[in-house]
């Protein structure tokens, strides 16, 4: 993610990303303990602050480092595929996995068994959004810096 000759600010990284999270536990904490917050308002403003940081931070600093132009160029980063239809089919062949071992084996519920449909895009893109800040940009920062971190 970071195409600069110059070494990644990791601390600078570290910093955003703990200072978002940290910022949305006061909010949380205050709406919960004034009252102002309901449980929904609360779990969204958890969705989407903690779990987000990460990739709100890369963003930050690859904006302030000028490695992009903005957010349309952010998602060609995050998006780049080497082929685009084996990428697809491993998605297409790991959800229709899922679907049949929610039919069969699943647990059961009070939710009929179609929901996991309409569930695949919020798990795609809510579930793996803060890879693209640990993954992304602090792994290989790290991995540069520290010869602990690196691959084998």
Do not use: D
Request: glycine residues 6%; proline residues 4%.
């Amino acid at each position: 993610m970071w195409k600069s000759e110059k070494s990644p600010p990791v601390w600078e990284y570290l910093g955003w990303t703990f200072l978002i999270t940290f910022v949305s536990w006061i909010i949380s904490f205050i709406g919960e303990k004034t009252g102002i917050m309901s449980i929904a308002v609360f779990n969204i403003i958890n969705t989407f602050t903690y779990a987000f940081a990460p990739f709100y931070a890369t963003f930050i600093i690859l904006i302030r480092h000028r490695q992009i132009s903005g957010a349309r160029e952010f998602f060609i980063r995050i998006f780049q595929v080497k082929n685009l239809k084996v990428s697809l089919l491993i998605l297409a062949v790991l959800c229709c996995a899922k679907l049949i071992l929610s039919m069969s084996i699943g647990e059961r519920t009070e939710l009929a068994w179609y929901i996991f449909i309409p569930a695949i895009p919020i798990m795609i893109l809510g579930g793996g959004v803060e890879e693209v800040g640990w993954r992304g940009f602090l792994q290989p920062a790290l991995e540069k810096k520290c010869r602990l971190f690196q691959r084998y």
